[in-house]
């Protein structure tokens, strides 16, 4: 079957625009969560969900940074106002199970901030 | 506080020359230990959960190992294929903490 999708792969946005961020995780996975790599750095949590609840938003990091994934399926990580420093791929992962073990994830998206 | 450490950073290796990849944690609680693998522009891969001090998990060339205080990733008789980067992420009670990873190269 499919593994999970993000759209779109690479985004660049101006300073100050809003950018909305999608990931399809694996059909019937109860877990997804969000991470943020930087350049030659690993994935830094940002936020997971269990089905449509949002168990764990601790990295986020700041109100500028939103997530949903209302249906228990799609999930959309958005960001407010952009800024350089949230320049990175962004990626989803999506786990079979409730919790953090053996989690699939998506090719990212390149978010380039100008 | 929780900190993941890998070394090396980077790894060169002659095709067939075996070696071994360090994680080191210092976490309170470790409910796991993760090594995943990353390709250029691709997310990680899920290779291996460890959950406790002992345990072994081997998939092809690869074995990972933990400790109380590390893990190792032995690759057996690399292949050029075996280039990427090696990621582990240990979860605590709260958290999931990834390193800065292992970028290995393997030359035919």
């Known amino acids: 079957g499919a593994g999970v999708s993000q759209s779109p792969r690479y985004k660049v946005a101006k300073r100050g625009q809003d950018v909305a961020l999608r990931c399809d995780p694996i059909s019937g996975h109860v877990s997804l969560f969000w991470y943020q790599q930087a350049l030659g750095q690993g994935p830094e949590f940002l936020t997971y969900f269990q089905n449509e609840a949002q168990l764990d938003k601790s990295g986020l990091p700041s109100d500028r940074f939103f997530a949903e994934r209302p249906e228990g399926s799609v999930s959309t990580l958005k960001i407010q106002r952009t800024q350089q420093e949230d320049s990175a791929v962004y990626l989803c992962?999506?786990?079979?199970?409730?919790?953090?073990?053996?989690?699939?994830f998506g090719p990212g998206t390149r978010l380039t901030v100008l | 506080e929780d900190q993941v450490t890998q070394s090396p950073e980077a790894l060169r290796l002659q095709e067939g020359e075996s070696s071994s990849l360090n994680c080191s944690y210092t976490?309170?609680?470790?409910?796991?230990l993760f090594w995943y693998r990353q390709d250029p522009g691709k997310g990680p891969e899920f290779l291996f959960t460890?959950?406790?001090a002992g345990e072994e998990k081997e998939k092809e060339r690869l074995k990972a190992t933990l400790t109380k205080k590390e893990s190792f990733l032995h690759i057996t008789a690399p292949k050029p294929e075996d280039s990427a980067t090696y990621l582990c992420?240990?979860?605590?009670?709260?958290?999931?903490?990834f390193g800065t990873g292992t970028r290995l190269t393997v030359i035919p």
């Open positions: 976490v309170s609680g470790l409910r796991g």
């Open positions: 992420a240990v979860q605590s009670a709260n958290n999931l903490f």
């Open positions: 992962a999506s786990s079979a199970q409730s919790s953090y073990n053996e989690q699939f």
């Open positions: 460890l959950y406790s």
